[in-house]
């Protein structure tokens, strides 16, 4: 399973690296969009294109077995991203699946009819298929190469309360709540300007932003302080892993967004606003690795292994 869901997420990935490399072509050959100059549509896919080949390497590295004798910190470090911003939007994807099926509008319809079918339907395939392969074959490596953050119960350690980490889980919460009221159709901290520039389908996602940084906070909290008692550890270590990797991806993508702008962009929250949520969501997603990687540590080094990092 690990190796075919590998070879999904590479296979995948290439689809939508064909596209973005076709773009960053097209756009230098003088044939980008009209609403981007073509030096931002350019350094913007180019972004993208790196992206695309780390995703395929990931894939590649998930599926053999030169994979399990790469060093752990790149490894950990390129799986938390990739699976950060992809495998947290499964859910937001189903749900937007079922809406579209019963012919509910989400909005967005000019941006997804500015680019041809064909390849509006590989960025689809790439991202769904490297989202579905990585939610497969990382949990699945993880557990072969470091078995001992995995096994057992949540409640076997002892509690490892700590101050940073307290905080981190209240920003976490704070965050949580904000997105879910503005899935909800909440307008604080939104500019009057620009706040309808959130359809349907943007306040699915604040509501998948919310769903993962409250996940975040509840795994950490089982995690650090052992509640639920006797809970399988692979499930809050996973959770934790997941959330801090998409609170820590998307913001990371989205605060250059805010402060350059590209293409006009503008975003429905106030400048100030944006750039304190993404910066917070930066760090909580960094100290909820860190609650993952030492708690891993510790189970390896009880088990006397060499822990992920």
């Known amino acids: 399973m690990r190796r075919i869901a590998g070879w999904v997420a590479a296979l995948s990935m290439s689809l939508y690296l064909a596209v973005k490399v076709f773009w960053v072509a097209a756009a230098l050959l003088g044939h980008g969009p009209d609403d981007y100059g073509t030096l931002d549509w350019v350094l913007l896919n180019a972004v993208t294109v790196v992206m695309a080949v780390t995703g395929v390497a990931l ?4 599926a053999q077995r030169w994979g399990r004798r790469l060093p752990g910190v790149p490894v950990v470090f390129f799986s938390w991203v990739g699976a950060g911003f992809l495998v947290p939007l499964l859910p937001y994807s189903v749900v937007k699946g079922v809406l579209g099926a019963l012919g509910v509008d989400l909005g967005g319809g000019e941006d997804s009819a500015s680019a041809p079918r064909a390849e509006t339907v590989f960025l689809a395939i790439g991202f769904a298929g490297m989202a579905v392969g990585l939610a497969v074959a990382l949990p699945i490596y993880l557990r072969e190469r470091w078995p001992r953050a995995f096994i057992g119960r949540a409640g076997d350690g002892r509690p490892r309360p700590s101050a940073p980490v307290t905080v981190a889980m209240a920003v976490a919460a704070g965050l949580g709540l904000l997105w879910s009221a503005w899935a909800l159709g909440g307008t604080l901290g ?4 620009h706040r309808d520039h ?4 943007g306040r699915l996602l604040n509501a998948s932003s919310a769903l993962w940084a409250l996940l975040g906070v509840w795994s950490v909290r089982a995690i650090t302080r052992c509640r639920p008692a006797r809970l399988r550890r692979w499930i ?14 998307w913001s990371c993508w989205k605060l250059p967004m805010v402060i350059l702008r590209p293409g006009g962009f503008a975003t429905a929250e106030y400048a100030m606003v944006a750039v304190v949520q993404h910066a917070l969501s930066i760090g909580v997603g960094v ?3 860190a609650v993952v990687l030492r708690a891993a540590r510790e189970e390896s080094r009880g088990a006397g292994t060499a822990g992920p990092g």
């Open 198 to 201: 959130w359809d349907l389908n």
């Open 59 to 62: 894939g590649l590295a998930l």
């Open 287 to 289: 100290v909820f690795l």
């Open 190 to 193: 939104l500019d009057p300007a």
């Open 236 to 249: 809050p270590m996973t959770l934790a892993f997941g959330a801090a990797g998409s609170l820590f991806a």
